[in-house]
């Protein structure tokens, strides 16, 4: 297809290649999610269902089995082509609120183009729109109090303004030959399984479709899904699983020190009471068939997700076998839900008068401590503040908002190095930065 060889970044080690664009992105995490399902399958689970967000649902269609991998790929690349011929100057924006909050937030604006996208979790939708307009509303869930964030997404999409994307991808598109596929896709925007669907017209469909994976999620977990695994990089999804329904069993496989002992160990576990499979089937809470399908067909590659707690059985009720959902991840890591934040006292009047780093570091670990509910004494300066201490990316976007009130640096507020890689050491560096440029203006 013309593109650089993505062996180059995925297994040789030789760096991001310069001509590495949104295809290139998307072929990565793709035979990323294709790998890491193949090594689910090959230790020995069997997934209830599969199920991918946006440009994810085409993975979950290639790991079902229900089209080749490399028809997929040419979808992938069409998709994106077509997206960037239109060369729509949209953004996509988390707001940390439901979906109906968020729906009345876009509707006071009433601009056609600028719509919830998608539900992610109780606490956490995106939406959709014309940039200026985003800025807008931006403005306006700050002035609620409501945590926002910019998602970094080579293509915003499943807005109305996409609809020309969508016309072009289905007359430009190749045609593929797909079949029943081993697995069941559970499509979040179609809100039930993928039956006898042309995977062209799925794809141009869901660019103007709002994504209600909260809805899929819960009707996966009603039906028996106890596991969910995401074959992404990072905790993306499952981060939306756990905030839709604690309790529930996430693992990511890549994110482990050891992703294949991780598997094993995750099909271990459940042979103590069975095989890996699913309980028996159950009706789907959409109507669409039984929450199993024990189909044979060619094999497939799925998706996955991070740790959390297994519920404690009730004694009068035999432990079933875990059953397992797979789960496809976007294209860039999306912010988690974020958790009703405590209420912060505003600091006092910032002066240029003793900000050294050990004051603003005392003072960051008090402020955050007040936040997250944590004791200052044990929030380390080099603690992670995502990856070790669990703090979600709209609530570190809101703490940010804080740090920058509290010390008169605006500009903070930007520097999005500090929630992708955010420890209170580099925060505090750039405050004590920060207050010494603004002094010496």
């Not at 807005?159 to 994307?165: E, F």
């Not at 740090?403 to 640096?409: A, K």
């Amino acid at each position: 297809m013309g593109l650089p060889d993505i062996s180059d970044r995925l297994i040789e080690h030789n760096g991001t290649s310069d001509r590495r664009g949104p295809e290139v992105q998307y072929l990565e995490i793709f035979a990323v999610a294709i790998a890491t399902h193949r090594v689910l399958i090959a230790e020995g689970a069997q997934p209830v269902a599969i199920v991918g967000q946006s440009i994810g649902e085409l993975w979950a269609l290639a790991a079902a089995g229900r089209l080749a991998v490399e028809d997929a790929a040419r979808l992938a690349v069409a998709r994106s082509q077509a997206l960037t011929r239109q060369g729509w100057g949209g953004k996509m924006l988390a707001v940390g609120v439901d979906g109906c909050r968020a729906e009345a937030l876009a509707g006071l604006i009433g601009h056609p183009d600028l719509v919830l996208a998608c539900e992610n979790t109780p606490r956490q939708s995106v939406i959709s729109g014309p940039e200026p307009l985003i800025e807008q509303v931006e403005r306006v869930a700050d002035a609620l109090g409501w945590p926002s964030f910019r998602l970094d997404v080579p293509h915003p999409t499943h807005t109305p303004a996409m609809a020309q994307a969508a016309r072009d991808l289905r007359a430009a598109a190749p045609r593929v030959p797909y079949g029943a596929g081993r697995w069941r896709v559970c499509s979040p925007w179609l809100g039930r399984d993928v039956g006898d669907d042309d995977p062209v017209d799925l794809v141009a469909d869901a660019l103007t479709a709002r994504v209600r994976m909260l809805h899929t999620i819960r009707d996966l977990h009603a039906a028996g899904a106890d596991v969910f695994v995401e074959c992404g990089e990072w905790p993306v999804v499952t981060k939306f699983v756990e905030a839709s329904v604690p309790g529930v069993r996430c693992v990511v496989p890549l994110s482990e020190s050891d992703p294949v002992e991780t598997v094993r160990a995750l099909v271990a576990e459940s042979t103590h009471s069975g095989p890996f499979r699913p309980r028996l089937p159950l009706p789907s809470s959409n109507g669409h068939g039984p929450a199993v399908r024990m189909s044979t067909a060619t094999s497939a590659d799925p998706v996955s997700a991070p740790p959390a707690t297994v519920p404690s059985p009730r004694a009068d009720v035999p432990a079933p076998a875990p059953a397992m959902s797979y789960v496809a991840t976007v294209p860039l890591p999306a912010p988690a839900a974020p958790a009703a934040p405590a209420p912060i006292a505003p600091g006092g009047t910032p002066t240029s008068a003793g900000l050294d780093y050990e004051t603003v570091l005392a003072e960051l670990q008090t402020l955050y401590g007040d936040f997250l509910g944590y004791p200052p004494d044990l929030l380390g300066e080099d603690d992670g503040l995502e990856s070790e201490l669990g703090v979600e990316s709209l609530k570190q976007v809101a703490l940010l908002g804080r740090v920058s009130d509290r010390f008169d640096l605006p500009g903070l507020r930007a520097n999005s190095s500090l929630l992708t890689v955010g420890t209170l050491r580099r925060i505090a560096e750039s405050v004590v930065q920060g207050r010494s440029e603004a002094a010496a203006r």
